[in-house]
């Protein structure tokens, strides 16, 4: 009997682990596009207790650029020589401590006259790189904006308040935490040849913000960073217990040494293949499938 229930309680665990790790490669999807753990629609409004921590993700142009399929006009990556150079935001993601997170919490719909004021520096710092359009939390595709917002913006609210407050506090604390400088004052400077050790990328954020950051890699590249905070915005570690037993899916986890590519631009001349233009609804599939 004994022996039973000891095996009954390996089994529950073994059950719980695997679903922690299921969340863990969930939410280590580029984009944050991976279903989040709760329907969406009207009914998980009040069974999603209010979230523990933020995450602020910032993403590697060059990396996530060289996914672009298409160019047209809301693909940052298109810019030529004005392309993003350094880490742009994905966005502020609420988080659970248990490694879940709450998503589309409101039914309140984007609306891109609230934040009309901040169009300059959203475009400049939190530009779409690609040119598809992710799903809103009503069944419906939307920009880039417009998913982030519905997505996590609604679950932030009980401390960032509405959409206009959403947008301008991630701005603020993406200027305040400037990664792109700390780690060139470092020496992991953008670069097509050289490889950095990431655990010298992530000291030199500790040594800057006191505070261990989460790398997300594609195949070798530094595709992500996120910082994470308290709800008072002071810094905290990220979450990563469960990442580190190193049974999670490797597509997104980072060698010892990885590179910080340095050509955003596509669909320019140069060495990069030139990619056709399209009109931004044609490319639809291409964001979903990232
Ligand atoms: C981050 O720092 C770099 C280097 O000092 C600077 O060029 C860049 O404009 C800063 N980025 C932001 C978003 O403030």
């Known amino acids: 009997m004994p022996l039973l229930l000891t095996k009954f309680a390996s089994l529950a665990f073994l059950a719980l682990s695997m679903a922690s790790l299921i969340l863990t490669t969930e939410s280590t999807k580029p984009n944050g596009l991976g279903l989040g753990i709760f329907p969406r629609g009207k009914h998980h409004t009040q069974s999603q207790r209010e979230f523990d921590y933020f995450a602020l993700a910032l993403q590697w142009p060059a990396t996530y650029c060289r996914r672009s399929r298409h160019c047209c006009t809301s693909n940052a990556c298109c810019r030529g020589s004005n ?5 742009t935001i994905h966005g502020l993601w609420p988080d659970y401590n248990d490694g879940s997170w709450p998503s589309c919490c409101t039914n ?15 475009e400049k710092y939190w530009p779409s790189l690609s040119c598809g359009s992710p799903s809103t939390c009503h069944g419906g595709k939307g920009s880039f904006w417009g ?3 519905e997505k996590h913006g609604t679950c932030s609210a009980p401390v960032t308040g509405d959409e206009y407050n959403y947008f301008s506090t991630v701005l603020n604390i993406y ?6 400088r700390v780690l060139s004052e470092a020496g ?12 010298g990328i992530i000291s030199a954020i500790q040594n800057a913000f006191h505070t261990t950051p989460l790398i997300v890699c594609k195949n070798g590249a530094i595709e992500e960073l ?18 580190s037993e190193n049974t999670v899916s490797s597509r997104n986890s980072c060698p010892k040494y990885v590179s910080l590519p340095a050509h955003a631009s596509r669909g320019f001349d140069g060495a990069e293949t030139k990619l056709p233009w399209i009109p931004a609804k044609e490319a639809i599939e291409e964001h979903e499938s990232m």
């Open 226 to 243: 996120r910082l994470c905070f308290y709800k008072t915005f002071e810094p905290r570690d990220c979450v990563t217990q469960v990442n």
């Open 147 to 149: 998913h982030e917002w």
């Open 188 to 199: 992991y400077v953008a670069s097509d040849s050289e490889k950095y050790p990431v655990g």
């Open 108 to 122: 309140k719909r984007f609306n891109e006259k609230e934040i009309s004021s901040l169009l300059g520096d959203l």
């Open 175 to 180: 200027f305040k935490y400037n990664v792109s």
């Open 83 to 87: 392309a993003p150079a350094e880490f």
